[in-house]
């Protein structure tokens, strides 16, 4: 009998592996929806949807491996970066789903929430005011007008699989929706500054990406992120993650 792997558990939702089966566990029946929905509609490579029934979605593994994890070394060369940078326009680029994802928050309710965060992150000590203050100076940056793309909403490099310069698939799909593609971008290369070059030359050099733009969103979902992750029982203050993030702007 195979091994029950758990990938990652906290309060909200789980994810345990059985042999080439993923199971999410989610209390939120909404995020499992849209999970699905968005892999229908996203044209690049996603895993194979096995069954979906309340509060439990199973996915076939996908084949090859991960780009790396945040805190982490990278384990994919330049190319590989930059043919994750391309599957990731053409998702951009896509037709817009109807929902608004988590990368599309209006400015006044990311603007809220973000003072909201700067403000507990020094009252509860977790992090220096310093730190707080100049980084929100630095995420003001992201707090502009821009033109809405089908985003994922979560793309952290962990989610994407690349069997040696080819992607293979994107998982985790339950935060996106029409957002912000910058964000998409940041969240990327949020950690591994050294790739975001070959990222965006695999995005194209067509459009103008605002990279100040991009490191404004390092800033800001890293702020967001420190106390949700502290809570939920992991370290944002390891090497490479978000408290490092952070520091690297000042």
């Known amino acids: 009998m195979d091994e029950v792997q758990v990938v990652v558990a906290h309060s909200e939702r789980a994810t345990l592996r059985v042999g080439d089966v993923f199971l999410k566990v989610d ?10 929905e968005a892999m229908s509609l996203a044209p690049v490579p996603t895993p194979e949807v096995l069954w979906c029934k309340p509060s439990v979605l199973a996915i076939a593994a996908l084949p090859g491996t991960t780009l790396g994890r945040l805190g982490g070394p990278s384990t994919g060369s330049p190319a590989a970066w930059a043919a994750a940078g391309a599957a990731i326009r053409k998702l951009h680029d896509a037709p817009l789903p109807p929902w608004p994802g988590r990368a599309g928050r209006s400015i006044a309710a990311l603007t809220a929430e973000l003072d909201d965060e700067c403000g507990l992150l020094v009252t509860n000590g977790l992090l220096p005011a ?3 203050t100049h980084n929100r100076r630095v995420a003001e940056a992201a707090l502009r007008p821009w033109t809405p793309a089908f985003t994922h909403g979560d793309l952290q490099i962990a989610h994407v699989f690349v069997d040696g310069d080819e992607v293979t698939g994107i998982i985790d799909w339950s935060e996106a929706g029409r957002g912000d593609a910058l964000y998409d971008l ?3 290369t949020l950690g591994h500054e050294e790739h975001l070059e070959d990222v965006v ?3 194209g050099t067509d459009i103008d990406i605002d990279i100040d733009v991009i490191h404004a969103w390092w800033s800001l979902r890293s702020l967001l992120a420190v106390r949700w992750l502290v809570e939920h029982g992991f370290d944002p203050f390891a090497p490479g993650c978000e408290v490092d ?3 690297s702007r000042m």
């Open 27 to 36: 209390a939120d029946q909404a995020r499992l929806d849209v999970e699905v």
């Open 130 to 132: 310093d730190l707080v």
């Open 186 to 188: 940041a969240t990327f």
């Open 201 to 203: 030359a695999g995005y």
């Open 245 to 247: 993030a952070l520091r």
